[in-house]
């Protein structure tokens, strides 16, 4: 009897943990009944927002992947003096206050700050703050990925006459992809959810900076069920992201490579 009670504990404690995880999501979904929530989902405001999310979060991952993906590769492959501060700084972002990023961007490239453009408060500062906080999310899974490359695989494409660039989009991008698509759908999720340093550095103009986030803040105080439609939708997306990220994670498969290497060798 003695033994059982530790283990009846455990099983209560793992159970209120999981219930305390699973509550708020569910609640959202019981406070307005299906039908009305798909309703609220066809104002203006759900509309405009829904669709500055996924546009700015879309080209945001654009150019995580085109920038993010050969630093990723630079940090993994090579070993250089400030290497180490280097990896700091991409993962620094993931630990700064958003708001505290908000106001970074704000400096730099606001109309009084360092560059002195007009990119604040307009759809390319949502971009942007998309892209300063989510990148690390991506850039750090993509160097995990390299880094798990066979360096005697890439050695064997560079001996049968493949070049470096072709040795990296033939060899080294098929073999890490499970993990540059993991990368990219945390990215992509953080994106999607941002709001501190989107608010600080693009404000929230509807239909123009206006992203869900910011929306369901806005109609918080105003329209509690268009801001409970909205957080369900948010909701569909993560989960729809995280079985992505699960299926990614589960898929494993070499055949690119070896073709490409069977291929060369004939």
Same mark, same amino acid.
């Given at each position: ?8 504990? $455990? ?29 609220? #989902? ?20 654009? #150019? ?6 050969? !630093? ?5 492959? /090579? ?15 993931? $630990? ?14 606001? /109309? ?42 890439? &050695?064997?494409? /560079? ?12 060899? $080294? ?18 994106? #999607? ?21 910011? &929306? ?28 992505? !990220?699960? #299926? ?15 291929? /060369?060798?004939?």
């Amino acid at each position: 009897m003695k033994r059982a009670l530790p283990a009846v504990l $455990v099983v209560a404690a793992a159970a209120a943990a999981l219930a305390f995880l699973v509550l708020p999501i569910v609640t959202i979904f019981l406070r307005v009944p299906p039908g009305h929530l798909l309703h609220q #989902l066809s104002s203006p405001v759900v509309t405009d927002a829904l669709i500055v999310s996924f546009k700015t979060t879309a080209i945001a991952q654009v #150019l995580i992947l085109v920038f993010g993906t050969p !630093l990723a590769w630079l940090l993994a492959s /090579r070993r250089f003096r400030g290497r180490g501060l280097a990896i700091t700084l991409v993962e620094l972002p993931l $630990v700064l206050p958003p708001a505290v990023a908000g106001l970074g961007l704000l400096t730099a490239f606001g /109309r009084m700050g360092l560059l002195e453009t007009n990119i604040a408060f307009t759809q390319t500062a949502v971009v942007l703050a998309i892209a300063f906080v989510s990148s690390p999310l991506y850039i750090r899974p993509a160097m995990a990925a390299f880094e798990g490359v066979d360096p005697n695989l890439i &050695a064997a494409s /560079r001996t049968l006459g493949a070049g470096p660039g072709r040795t990296f989009f033939r060899v $080294v991008l098929p073999l890490g992809r499970n993990g540059l698509a993991a990368g990219e759908a945390l990215a992509f999720a953080r994106g #999607l959810g941002e709001f501190g340093a989107t608010i600080m550095f693009a404000g929230s103009l509807q239909g123009v900076t206006q992203t869900l986030p910011l &929306a369901i803040y806005s109609a918080f105080a105003i329209d509690f069920d268009t801001a409970l439609a909205m957080g369900a939708l948010l909701v569909v997306v993560s989960i729809v992201l995280l079985l992505f !990220l699960k #299926l990614v994670l589960s898929w494993r498969s070499s055949a690119p490579t070896s073709s490409f290497l069977s291929a /060369r060798s004939t």
